[in-house]
């Protein structure tokens, strides 16, 4: 019997779009206005995911003053409850260990996607670039899997709260952790539109349409490809701190090529190189994939002989082509390149018959 | 305008499939049995047979309710996991938010499960697992309750009281790196040593594999290496275990020791090729398996099964069976309503018998009767045959 | 023998060619000259289907080429030489060879390969080697006997002389004329202005995209105008 | 590390290691003549690995015929993703990654649809079940038949394919191909045709790998997509354009999965788990460090051989 909760929908769809949403716009600066194919969007997640999955059981209860706290260990029941007593008394000490999250999440994905940007110096073609970091993130994802005490291993490591959990109103808490999610997406949102629309994203954009002038460049380009990976993947990170929160568990199974994949569909459904392609990529994806999963229980309780679960996944397979094939520019294709950019490139090749 | 355009088309389906749901009559109650399990991946074969035997059950409770005169029918809702806990969280979302269920059944795995906990708890939804066995998930006063299937500590014990009376020294362990192969190797080795056994050498799958003769070759290695007297244990899922024995089956140690295995290497699959089954039954191999334990609706709920799915059930889906009987049944008596079921839900269970045994809870709201059939193959190569039991709440084996 | 009509055509979004018309005579050896940048080489990617077009069109006698495969266009007997990139650099020179022969019926090929080895000598003795391996001048001899092979009636060269030592380019111009002679109508794309002047019968203009001149070679070559402003003095 | 445990590790590094090369091959192909990475080449081995299969459930036992319909299947499912999806977007001339990400989408498909008749027939894990039979057998060495159809029938395969490149004038036009393809179209190659048997050549080649793989394992929708990294790190070892190279690289990865997976664990304790990082370590070395892959070695030895 179908009775759908139209609110709770809405907020559990929204808090996805969100954090879908700073995933998008990551990979849109990246790839979009950089040109940076990045393969590796699960390990930036990941890294914010990581993050949070230490900090959010091992900090409030250090920072209280239990003198080791091991998540995996058996002091491990006395530090959550610890936290969670803090949380519920505290409420400021939440936020703090939600700020401190999200700016160590975005400093240290941040600094690994300034130094693989400059992995790309190094390589033949720029799509090994797509491969190294599409490997990489599965190798790290490998690394972390073994290592017993990060976020207990295979295990993975439970009870990440999200931040308004501590509220006796659980409608009102996922409310809040909703507009959490928007408000950042928003912030990111806007960011990148004032970065993309920068002189400087301009330049970077009408660069990325001429692969043999950025080769000819040299140095500065490739510091402005570092900065934007740096910024992009901060934002990746930030979205994987609320990825993680979202469902309250870390663990590796997550962050696996599947994940990339999806963003990589919304950036390429919304429109490669425009904002808000990706914002409405991020709320397809968000939207369909709940859609789908109604529909298969709608089809099951109707008694349809087929496995609608499989089917979802050739559907999705077969959508996607469909826009390559025929929207290859996205729903909100990128508008065309400004004069600025234009220019440039033109300036920057004088006489050649590209 | 994006949020326009998102939230007209998030109404607008919602609306439609609104319309689908209006049906039901007035003087039916129904209540929707939520199924999160994953059906694609590499688990999806498990995920379609837990399917099946949950419809089972709720078709036979719906007949037995219609014929006791009862206004209240069950119904169900299932969506895929995709066998990460993300997913889980999400699968479980949705079935909450779409048919307003209180109860699930499922999900699989004890990470599929630890990634639906969160909101489980949050919104008073009661996860009735059926097969996650991992200690992880041992957390007392949440909404999680593991009926039938007791945690690993009971199996791994009998596995150890099995290779020390069989005379093994030292053992060689093969396990699928997860949860639940880490888990059980590491209390295997703790019970083995405890009883007096010597050293244990594992090697850890990665689970995605498809193809184990390094892993064979790197076991057999071991085993030459402790000589006499050395027993071999794997703890594999059936792909795994399936590319382990073709590799095992003609090597020149591996097919000299004694064998144990776990529960999900008992698939008749295992027996399809005679080659494998001639190896098993050689290796002596045997089985703990809660799924033995068989009571006199086993044999029922088997023909139940064949009769309304047209094949024979898979190893663990009378599992599914029995949790989705505890499920309904609390939901009889306390109504649609997470916070009931969840208090009541261990008392039901306590008095519930089905096709393995009575699910008697503890204070994690995991199964703790650990009562186990040991299997081996039959003779004749065609069907895994109950050869004894052990009870795991008096460490006892007893031969038939 | 083909006519360029009001043609607009360039790469992805860049506009190259600006509505240019202009026709090449059958049997006749033109020349193509223009600065930098004027759009000499985007004429000849154009008439082989190698780049976009925006509007206009391109036809063999009667026969429109715009929208054909560039496979095709190539078995209307025209043959193209880029300026780089003009051999398999990774397969044999006999490999080369090989391929340029194909499209010959199967009886025609020992012939034809062994008229070339007459006009190429040079070409039959590093037959086993690597293309790749070759030098400046044996690489341009092996790009143009590729073309040749195929016996067509049309051949399109992008500055075939380019970056060669003064004594081979002589040999490529001379090898032009051996082409001309035999009937072939060539359409020859040059930096060097002065050179190919001497040797060619037609000659166009190309300054950014447009046409700014066409005549005789002779008439080119006394129109110093264009010489000097158009093709720089050489 | 135990010496016969050397000599078993070495036996399955020929066998894998001839599987991946014929799955390797054809990825190398598809990279160098149609310029796609086309990471739905696992699911032309998982495609002929489930034709295989149930053939063999049918009632076929005999391994050459399994080989044939394998081929045949893959190769199919090969052309058809061609015709289907990629050969239109070529033609639109879209960027690389999208090309990647429609062979992401392509796999996709590919896999739920073997799902769907997996479950339909309820056949995962199942072994294509050939009767096994020891050939040879000596102290801790053993040669089953499945070794003798395995190895040699990739091999065999394997040298078949060279000689077609290096030696018809189909493998000219699609070394051609490779080479400059605007060239090729130029000179009148038919490209569309050379592509159309390229695709088939690699598909048919998977297929045949899958069923192979399905002699010695077991078959699941997963199987192909489980090997696709390490059959990447062998083309990638052989700079995605060299057929000896990708050859070499093929051996070299499954050396380095099975041999000095082994050594590691014997010696340093490493967990056998860490197997599938071998590959991923392999790809991200040699892109950094030696783009080329193993080609320029491969011409220096060559050299000092003359």
């Given at each position: 019997?179908?009775?759908?909760?139209?609110?709770?929908?809405?907020?559990?769809?929204?808090?996805?779009?969100?954090?879908?949403?700073?995933?998008?716009?990551?990979?849109?600066?990246?790839?979009?206005?950089?040109?940076?194919?990045?393969?590796?969007?699960?390990?930036?997640?990941?890294?914010?995911?990581?993050?949070?999955?230490?900090?959010?059981?091992?900090?409030?209860?250090?920072?209280?003053?239990?003198?080791?706290?091991?998540?995996?260990?058996?002091?491990?029941?006395?530090?959550?409850?610890?936290?969670?007593?803090?949380?519920?008394?505290?409420?400021?000490?939440?936020?703090?260990?939600?700020?401190?999250?999200?700016?160590?999440?975005?400093?240290?994905?941040?600094?690994?996607?300034?130094?693989?940007?400059?992995?790309?110096?190094?390589?033949?073609?720029?799509?090994?670039?797509?491969?190294?970091?599409?490997?990489?993130?599965?190798?790290?994802?490998?690394?972390?899997?073994?290592?017993?005490?990060?976020?207990?291993?295979?295990?993975?490591?439970?009870?990440?709260?999200?931040?308004?959990?501590?509220?006796?109103?659980?409608?009102?808490?996922?409310?809040?952790?909703?507009?959490?999610?928007?408000?950042?997406?928003?912030?990111?949102?806007?960011?990148?539109?004032?970065?993309?629309?920068?002189?400087?994203?301009?330049?970077?954009?009408?660069?990325?349409?001429?692969?043999?002038?950025?080769?000819?460049?040299?140095?500065?380009?490739?510091?402005?490809?570092?900065?934007?990976?740096?910024?992009?993947?901060?934002?990746?990170?930030?979205?994987?701190?609320?990825?993680?929160?979202?469902?309250?568990?870390?663990?590796?199974?997550?962050?696996?090529?599947?994940?990339?994949?999806?963003?990589?569909?919304?950036?390429?459904?919304?429109?490669?190189?425009?904002?808000?392609?990706?914002?409405?990529?991020?709320?397809?994806?968000?939207?369909?994939?709940?859609?789908?999963?109604?529909?298969?229980?709608?089809?099951?309780?109707?008694?349809?002989?087929?496995?609608?679960?499989?089917?979802?996944?050739?559907?999705?397979?077969?959508?996607?082509?469909?826009?390559?094939?025929?929207?290859?520019?996205?729903?909100?294709?990128?508008?065309?390149?400004?004069?600025?950019?234009?220019?440039?490139?033109?300036?920057?090749?004088?006489?050649?018959?590209? | 305008?994006?949020?326009?355009?998102?939230?007209?088309?998030?109404?607008?389906?919602?609306?439609?499939?609104?319309?689908?749901?209006?049906?039901?009559?007035?003087?039916?109650?129904?209540?929707?049995?939520?199924?999160?399990?994953?059906?694609?991946?590499?688990?999806?074969?498990?995920?379609?047979?837990?399917?099946?035997?949950?419809?089972?059950?709720?078709?036979?409770?719906?007949?037995?309710?219609?014929?006791?005169?009862?206004?209240?029918?069950?119904?169900?809702?299932?969506?895929?996991?995709?066998?990460?806990?993300?997913?889980?969280?999400?699968?479980?979302?949705?079935?909450?938010?779409?048919?307003?269920?209180?109860?699930?059944?499922?999900?699989?795995?004890?990470?599929?499960?630890?990634?639906?906990?969160?909101?489980?708890?949050?919104?008073?939804?009661?996860?009735?697992?059926?097969?996650?066995?991992?200690?992880?998930?041992?957390?007392?006063?949440?909404?999680?309750?593991?009926?039938?299937?007791?945690?690993?500590?009971?199996?791994?014990?009998?596995?150890?009281?099995?290779?020390?009376?069989?005379?093994?020294?030292?053992?060689?362990?093969?396990?699928?790196?997860?949860?639940?192969?880490?888990?059980?190797?590491?209390?295997?080795?703790?019970?083995?040593?405890?009883?007096?056994?010597?050293?244990?050498?594992?090697?850890?799958?990665?689970?995605?594999?498809?193809?184990?003769?390094?892993?064979?070759?790197?076991?057999?290695?071991?085993?030459?290496?402790?000589?006499?007297?050395?027993?071999?244990?794997?703890?594999?899922?059936?792909?795994?275990?399936?590319?382990?024995?073709?590799?095992?089956?003609?090597?020149?140690?591996?097919?000299?020791?004694?064998?144990?295995?776990?529960?999900?290497?008992?698939?008749?699959?295992?027996?399809?090729?005679?080659?494998?089954?001639?190896?098993?039954?050689?290796?002596?191999?045997?089985?703990?398996?809660?799924?033995?334990?068989?009571?006199?609706?086993?044999?029922?709920?088997?023909?139940?099964?064949?009769?309304?799915?047209?094949?024979?059930?898979?190893?663990?889906?009378?599992?599914?069976?029995?949790?989705?009987?505890?499920?309904?049944?609390?939901?009889?008596?306390?109504?649609?309503?997470?916070?009931?079921?969840?208090?009541?839900?261990?008392?039901?269970?306590?008095?519930?018998?089905?096709?393995?045994?009575?699910?008697?809870?503890?204070?994690?709201?995991?199964?703790?009767?650990?009562?186990?059939?040991?299997?081996?193959?039959?003779?004749?190569?065609?069907?895994?045959?109950?050869?004894?039991?052990?009870?795991?709440?008096?460490?006892?084996?007893?031969?038939? | 023998?083909?006519?360029?009509?009001?043609?607009?055509?360039?790469?992805?979004?860049?506009?190259?060619?600006?509505?240019?018309?202009?026709?090449?005579?059958?049997?006749?050896?033109?020349?193509?000259?223009?600065?930098?940048?004027?759009?000499?080489?985007?004429?000849?990617?154009?008439?082989?289907?190698?780049?976009?077009?925006?509007?206009?069109?391109?036809?063999?006698?009667?026969?429109?080429?715009?929208?054909?495969?560039?496979?095709?266009?190539?078995?209307?007997?025209?043959?193209?030489v880029p300026?780089r990139e003009n051999i398999f650099t990774e397969l044999s020179v006999l490999e080369n060879l090989q391929l340029g022969v194909r499209i010959?019926?199967?009886?025609?090929r020992?012939?034809?390969l062994?008229?070339l080895?007459?006009?190429f000598?040079?070409l039959g003795r590093r037959k086993p080697q690597k293309a790749g391996q070759l030098s400046?001048?044996e690489h341009r001899m092996l790009a143009i006997a590729i073309a040749?092979l195929s016996?067509?009636?049309?051949?399109?060269?992008?500055?075939?002389?380019?970056?060669?030592?003064?004594?081979?380019?002589?040999?490529?111009?001379?090898?032009?004329?051996?082409?001309?002679?035999?009937?072939?109508?060539?359409?020859?794309?040059?930096?060097?202005?002065?050179?190919?002047?001497?040797?060619?019968?037609?000659?166009?203009?190309?300054?950014?995209?447009?046409?700014?001149?066409?005549?005789?070679?002779?008439?080119?070559?006394?129109?110093?105008?264009?010489?000097?402003?158009?093709?720089?003095?050489? | 590390?135990?010496?016969?445990?050397?000599?078993?590790?070495?036996?399955?590094?020929?066998?894998?290691?001839?599987?991946?090369?014929?799955?390797?091959?054809?990825?190398t192909l598809?990279?160098s003549v149609?310029?796609?990475?086309?990471?739905?080449?696992?699911?032309?081995?998982?495609?002929?690995?489930?034709?295989?299969?149930?053939?063999?459930?049918?009632?076929?036992?005999?391994?050459?015929?399994?080989?044939?319909?394998?081929?045949?299947?893959?190769?199919?499912?090969?052309?058809?993703?061609?015709?289907?999806?990629?050969?239109?977007?070529?033609?639109?001339?879209?960027?690389?990654?999208?090309?990647?990400?429609?062979?992401?989408?392509?796999?996709?498909?590919?896999?739920?649809?073997?799902?769907?008749?997996?479950?339909?027939?309820?056949?995962?894990?199942?072994?294509?079940?050939?009767?096994?039979?020891?050939?040879?057998?000596?102290?801790?060495?053993?040669?089953?038949?499945?070794?003798?159809?395995?190895?040699?029938?990739?091999?065999?395969?394997?040298?078949?394919?060279t000689l077609l490149i290096n030696r018809t004038a189909l493998g000219r036009e699609m070394r051609a191909l490779a080479n400059n393809t605007i060239l090729a179209r130029v000179i009148g190659i038919?490209v569309?045709?050379v592509?159309?048997?390229t695709?088939?050549?690699?598909?048919?080649?998977?297929?045949?790998?899958?069923?192979?793989?399905?002699?010695?394992?077991?078959?699941?929708?997963?199987?192909?997509?489980?090997?696709?990294?390490?059959?990447?790190?062998?083309?990638?070892?052989?700079g995605?354009s060299s057929f000896p190279g990708?050859?070499?690289?093929?051996?070299?990865?499954?050396?380095?999965?099975?041999?000095?997976?082994?050594?590691?664990?014997?010696?340093?304790?490493?967990?056998?788990?860490?197997?599938?990082?071998?590959?991923?370590?392999?790809?991200?070395?040699?892109?950094?460090?030696?783009?080329?892959?193993?080609t320029?070695?491969?011409k220096?030895?060559g050299?000092?051989?003359?």
């Amino acid at each position: 019997m179908i009775n759908i909760d139209l609110g709770a929908t809405a907020i559990s769809v929204l808090t996805l779009f969100g954090i879908y949403a700073l995933m998008s716009i990551s990979l849109n600066l990246e790839y979009g206005v950089a040109g940076v194919p990045n393969f590796g969007q699960a390990l930036f997640v990941s890294i914010g995911a990581y993050v949070a999955g230490v900090t959010y059981t091992r900090l409030l209860p250090l920072l209280a003053g239990m003198e080791s706290v091991h998540p995996c260990g058996p002091t491990m029941g006395q530090a959550l409850q610890l936290r969670s007593e803090i949380m519920a008394t505290q409420p400021v000490a939440g936020f703090i260990n939600l700020a401190l999250t999200l700016v160590i999440a975005a400093i240290l994905s941040g600094a690994v996607g300034f130094a693989v940007s400059y992995v790309t110096l190094r390589l033949k073609e720029e799509w090994f670039l797509a491969l190294v970091l599409l490997v990489g993130g599965e190798t790290v994802r490998i690394v972390v899997r073994g290592a017993d005490d990060l976020i207990c291993s295979h295990n993975g490591i439970s009870s990440v709260a999200q931040p308004f959990y501590f509220l006796d109103d659980v409608q009102m808490s996922s409310i809040l952790f909703m507009l959490l999610a928007l408000a950042l997406a928003l912030i990111a949102y806007l960011y990148s539109q004032r970065l993309t629309h920068s002189p400087y994203g301009r330049m970077l954009k009408g660069l990325r349409e001429n692969e043999e002038v950025t080769r000819g460049l040299g140095k500065g380009i490739s510091l402005a490809r570092a900065q934007i990976m740096l910024i992009g993947s901060a934002i990746a990170a930030i979205g994987g701190v609320l990825f993680a929160l979202n469902t309250g568990f870390v663990n590796t199974n997550d962050y696996v090529v599947t994940l990339t994949l999806d963003v990589w569909v919304m950036v390429v459904l919304g429109g490669i190189g425009n904002n808000r392609g990706a914002l409405l990529g991020a709320a397809l994806i968000a939207i369909m994939d709940r859609v789908t999963q109604v529909a298969a229980i709608a089809l099951n309780m109707s008694g349809s002989p087929i496995e609608f679960n499989y089917v979802r996944f050739i559907a999705f397979g077969i959508i996607l082509l469909l826009m390559l094939r025929y929207r290859p520019a996205g729903l909100l294709p990128e508008s065309r390149l400004t004069t600025i950019a234009h220019e440039t490139a033109k300036r920057l090749t004088p006489g050649k018959t590209i | 305008m994006i949020k326009k355009l998102v939230s007209i088309s998030l109404l607008l389906v919602m609306l439609s499939l609104l319309g689908a749901g209006i049906q039901a009559q007035d003087d039916i109650e129904t209540y929707v049995l939520g199924i999160p399990l994953p059906f694609t991946g590499s688990f999806g074969s498990f995920g379609q047979d837990f399917e099946r035997g949950i419809l089972l059950a709720v078709s036979q409770m719906n007949a037995e309710l219609e014929a006791a005169g009862s206004n209240i029918r069950f119904d169900t809702a299932s969506a895929d996991t995709e066998q990460t806990p993300e997913g889980a969280a999400r699968a479980l979302q949705t079935i909450a938010q779409t048919t307003g269920a209180q109860v699930v059944v499922g999900p699989l795995t004890t990470d599929e499960v630890l990634g639906a906990k969160q909101f489980a708890d949050e919104n008073g939804i009661v996860i009735v697992a059926m097969a996650s066995s991992g200690p992880a998930a041992s957390i007392p006063g949440d909404n999680i309750y593991r009926v039938i299937y007791p945690p690993d500590t009971f199996s791994s014990k009998a596995f150890a009281t099995i290779a020390l009376e069989r005379g093994h020294e030292n053992m060689v362990v093969l396990h699928v790196d997860d949860p639940f192969g880490n888990g059980m190797n590491e209390q295997f080795i703790a019970n083995f040593q405890a009883g007096g056994g010597g050293e244990v050498a594992s090697f850890g799958y990665a689970p995605q594999s498809t193809e184990l003769s390094t892993e064979a070759a790197a076991v057999s290695a071991a085993l030459a290496g402790f000589g006499d007297n050395a027993g071999f244990f794997c703890v594999c899922f059936p792909g795994a275990a399936q590319a382990f024995v073709q590799v095992a089956q003609v090597d020149p140690i591996l097919t000299t020791v004694q064998w144990m295995g776990n529960e999900a290497m008992t698939t008749l699959e295992m027996l399809e090729d005679p080659g494998h089954a001639q190896t098993l039954i050689n290796a002596n191999f045997v089985t703990v398996s809660q799924s033995a334990a068989s009571t006199p609706l086993t044999p029922i709920f088997n023909a139940d099964f064949v009769a309304m799915f047209d094949k024979e059930p898979g190893i663990f889906t009378n599992y599914a069976f029995d949790a989705a009987n505890i499920a309904m049944l609390t939901m009889l008596a306390a109504g649609n309503d997470g916070a009931a079921v969840k208090s009541m839900l261990p008392f039901i269970s306590n008095h519930y018998i089905g096709t393995t045994v009575q699910a008697y809870l503890d204070d994690n709201g995991d199964q703790a009767i650990a009562s186990y059939g040991i299997r081996k193959v039959s003779d004749d190569g065609t069907a895994f045959e109950v050869i004894g039991s052990y009870n795991g709440n008096t460490d006892t084996i007893t031969y038939n | 023998m083909i006519t360029v009509d009001h043609l607009t055509a360039g790469y992805g979004k860049l506009e190259i060619l600006q509505d240019l018309s202009l026709a090449f005579a059958a049997e006749q050896f033109s020349a193509v000259l223009g600065p930098n940048g004027s759009g000499k080489s985007t004429l000849m990617k154009a008439i082989m289907g190698l780049n976009t077009i925006f509007s206009g069109s391109i036809t063999l006698r009667t026969r429109e080429l715009i929208g054909m495969q560039t496979e095709a266009i190539s078995k209307l007997g025209i043959a193209y030489v880029p300026q780089r990139e003009n051999i398999f650099t990774e397969l044999s020179v006999l490999e080369n060879l090989q391929l340029g022969v194909r499209i010959l019926p199967r009886d025609q090929r020992e012939n034809a390969l062994n008229e070339l080895f007459e006009l190429f000598p040079i070409l039959g003795r590093r037959k086993p080697q690597k293309a790749g391996q070759l030098s400046g001048g044996e690489h341009r001899m092996l790009a143009i006997a590729i073309a040749w092979l195929s016996r067509p009636t049309i051949m399109l060269l992008d500055e075939p002389s380019a970056g060669l030592a003064p004594a081979i380019a002589t040999d490529v111009f001379n090898i032009l004329k051996e082409l001309s002679q035999q009937g072939i109508t060539l359409i020859v794309v040059e930096q060097n202005a002065r050179r190919i002047l001497q040797h060619c019968d037609y000659a166009f203009v190309l300054r950014e995209g447009r046409l700014m001149f066409d005549g005789s070679a002779q008439a080119c070559l006394e129109d110093e105008e264009t010489i000097k402003g158009y093709l720089g003095v050489h | 590390m135990p010496s016969s445990l050397l000599v078993t590790s070495l036996v399955n590094t020929i066998q894998i290691g001839s599987l991946y090369a014929l799955m390797a091959l054809g990825l190398t192909l598809t990279f160098s003549v149609i310029k796609l990475p086309n990471f739905a080449h696992a699911e032309y081995v998982t495609a002929g690995a489930y034709a295989a299969l149930i053939i063999s459930l049918a009632g076929v036992l005999n391994p050459l015929i399994i080989i044939a319909v394998a081929f045949l299947v893959g190769a199919l499912t090969a052309v058809v993703s061609h015709l289907i999806v990629f050969k239109p977007l070529e033609r639109q001339n879209v960027s690389l990654y999208t090309l990647i990400l429609a062979s992401f989408a392509v796999g996709l498909i590919i896999r739920y649809i073997l799902f769907t008749i997996a479950d339909y027939f309820n056949i995962f894990d199942l072994r294509i079940a050939i009767p096994l039979q020891i050939l040879f057998r000596t102290g801790s060495l053993i040669l089953t038949n499945l070794f003798a159809w395995v190895a040699p029938t990739s091999i065999v395969l394997v040298i078949l394919l060279t000689l077609l490149i290096n030696r018809t004038a189909l493998g000219r036009e699609m070394r051609a191909l490779a080479n400059n393809t605007i060239l090729a179209r130029v000179i009148g190659i038919p490209v569309e045709r050379v592509k159309n048997y390229t695709w088939l050549l690699v598909g048919g080649m998977a297929g045949v790998a899958g069923a192979l793989w399905g002699l010695q394992s077991a078959v699941s929708p997963l199987m192909g997509w489980a090997a696709i990294i390490s059959v990447f790190a062998a083309a990638i070892l052989g700079g995605l354009s060299s057929f000896p190279g990708t050859i070499l690289g093929a051996y070299v990865v499954a050396f380095s999965e099975n041999t000095i997976m082994l050594f590691l664990n014997f010696s340093y304790g490493v967990d056998l788990a860490y197997k599938p990082a071998i590959p991923f370590i392999i790809i991200i070395a040699v892109l950094l460090i030696r783009p080329q892959g193993l080609t320029q070695l491969l011409k220096r030895a060559g050299e000092l051989g003359r």
